[in-house]
């Protein structure tokens, strides 16, 4: 079981099938974290996340977040979703990543938009004073080249700066994030954030490469009017 001290992932615990595969965040987690500071550190940085869902919206989160754990437990169902496991529950966290950045950018009121009959919704909306401002999550994964890589436990490789393929593909990401705003609601208020989890093994460069995207974008006629959030993991971050 998650310790008490885990309020929220204990939540989702609960949730996730007994017979899943062992995972770092469902194994033996009392034993474990008495000495491997790692994983404590792992199992706190996801519960603060989770802490900043507000308590209307973390039912319907909770409830995603765990079935999301659950499909990673059939590696069977294709190769592809084999191979990247639980990338989806790390992406739905993305979300919450999303709005702890709107809360500490002075957005009031930041909730997650519920989608009514199956409609495409923005994920957050937040106020700037009686201005509701909506904001698309979307993550920029690693390719299926490097997926295969990883499970293979094939040899890794390191980037120094964004290259044409990371570029292009974060743009169109943010083009179709920008495009599901507009069709909920065309005047308002958009913002992009987007989280980058790019093919580099160790994620040295990181920083340099998030700034290259940011830049990359900001020029992007496609996006115009629309605002830019990049974040990611910190250098040589091996946790997700």
Known sequence: MIPADFPRLGEVQSLVLRKAPKHALFCNAVGE????????????????????????DWPEFRADLAAKFNEGRRPEQS?????????????????ARAS??????????????????GTKTPDLVGFLGDEPVFCEVKTVNISDREATRRAEDGVGM??????????????????????????YEC???AIVFLFLNPDDSLGEPIATIAAQ????????????????????????????
Do not use: M
Not at 40 to 55: H, K, M, R, T
Not at 100 to 117: I, K, T, W
């Open 33 to 56: 974290l008495a000495h491997n500071a790692r994983l404590s550190a792992i199992f706190g940085d996801v519960e603060d996340l989770l802490a900043v869902v507000p308590s209307p």
């Open 187 to 189: 005047d308002c208020r």
């Open 100 to 117: 702890r950045r709107l809360v500490q950018d002075g957005f009031e009121a930041v909730r997650f938009v519920r989608s009514l009959h």
């Open 79 to 95: 190769r592809r979703s084999g191979l990247r496991r639980y990338q989806p529950a790390w992406d739905k966290l993305n979300e």
């Open 158 to 183: 390191t980037e120094t700066a964004a290259n044409d393929t990371l570029l292009a593909k974060s743009l169109d990401v943010a083009v179709r994030a920008l495009a599901q705003i507009r069709g």
């Open 213 to 240: 995207v940011k830049t990359h974008l900001d020029r992007a006629p496609e996006l115009a009017g629309a605002t830019i959030h990049i974040d990611h993991h910190p250098p040589f971050h091996f946790a997700v």
